[in-house]
């Protein structure tokens, strides 16, 4: 499942992005690109925009997304769409959207500093844009936060 996100939802987009969902993102379209990509492409267009829901008509390819919390965002999106077992964390790159692919330690060490090419496990790079993603000390952080995603797998919303 891919879907474009309007211009209220950028911390959505990246969390579906981390999670490994294709949520395109331009924090500049007007809402009639967005709804002709969203057709175009096949996506689920998720918005905060009530007058662009009530603009268009009620389809599946349409969520209005309730909360102003990113959190309760993600959980609405993976609730609606049965989304919980396809998670793939780390899979895309956060600035183009592009599946991630393995990079070796030894091509790496060409595209990171020295400090990075000696301490970081694994990498992998995007062949879109060519950045390098590795799990630096953020990667606890983002951990515990999936973590806590997961654990509000079918709670009831409030």
């Known amino acids: 499942m891919t879907f474009v ?34 057709r175009r492409e096949g996506r689920v267009l998720l918005t905060r925009d009530t007058g662009l829901i009530e603009r268009t008509a009620r389809r599946p390819d349409r969520l209005f997304v309730r909360s102003d919390d990113w959190q309760d965002q993600v959980v609405q999106v993976l609730d609606e769409y049965g989304l919980w077992d396809e998670i793939r964390p780390n899979t895309r790159c956060l600035a ?53 995603l997961r654990a509000r797998r079918g709670r009831p919303r409030n």
């Open 96 to 148: 183009c959207n592009l599946p991630l692919k393995p990079l070796g330690r030894e091509p790496a060490r060409n595209l990171v500093s020295p400090y990075i090419g000696e301490r970081a496990a694994s990498f992998a790079v995007c062949a879109g844009c060519g950045r390098v993603f590795w799990p630096g000390t953020h990667a606890g952080d983002m951990e515990l936060k999936i973590d806590q």
């Open 5 to 38: 996100a309007d211009c209220m939802l950028g911390r959505l987009a990246k969390w579906l992005r981390i999670l490994g969902f294709d949520a395109a993102y331009f924090p500049k379209a007007e809402d009639p690109d967005l709804v002709a990509l969203a």
